[in-house]
């Protein structure tokens, strides 16, 4: 069983960033995919940034301004989110799949405001 906790949400002003972490109760290392998503209010959960041991994606609409990290060290996977903009506000949620299941945090509240 995983556990997964996100932290570092809050209220920015557009053009501001925020630091999101998600610390896992066991070794990142042991995890196929490392990700964060989010859900916007009346809105379906969308897929922001997937980490795998060869590969890192991101949606179209964060490109160039969020960025994922790992620190094993810590056992922690990050978010930097650059140049916010109100479209991003959303619950931010951390997902990883370990030996084929999937785990989710219960989310962090990013709100961007204009």
């Known amino acids: 069983q995983v556990q997964l906790v996100e932290s570092g949400g809050g209220l920015v002003q557009a053009g501001g960033s925020l630091r999101l972490s998600c610390a896992a109760s066991?070794?990142?290392?042991?995890?196929?995919?490392m990700g964060w998503y989010r859900q916007a209010p009346g809105k379906q959960r969308e897929w922001v940034a997937i980490?795998?041991?060869?590969?890192?994606v991101y949606a179209g609409s964060v490109k160039g301004r969020f960025t994922i990290s790992r620190d094993g060290a810590r056992n922690s996977v990050y978010l930097q989110m650059n140049s916010l903009k109100p479209e991003d506000t959303a619950v931010y949620y951390c997902k990883v799949v370990h030996q084929g299941v999937e785990y989710w945090g219960k989310g962090t509240l990013v709100t961007v405001s204009s």
């Open positions: 066991g070794s990142i290392f042991s995890f196929n995919v």
């Open positions: 980490m795998t041991s060869i590969n890192t």
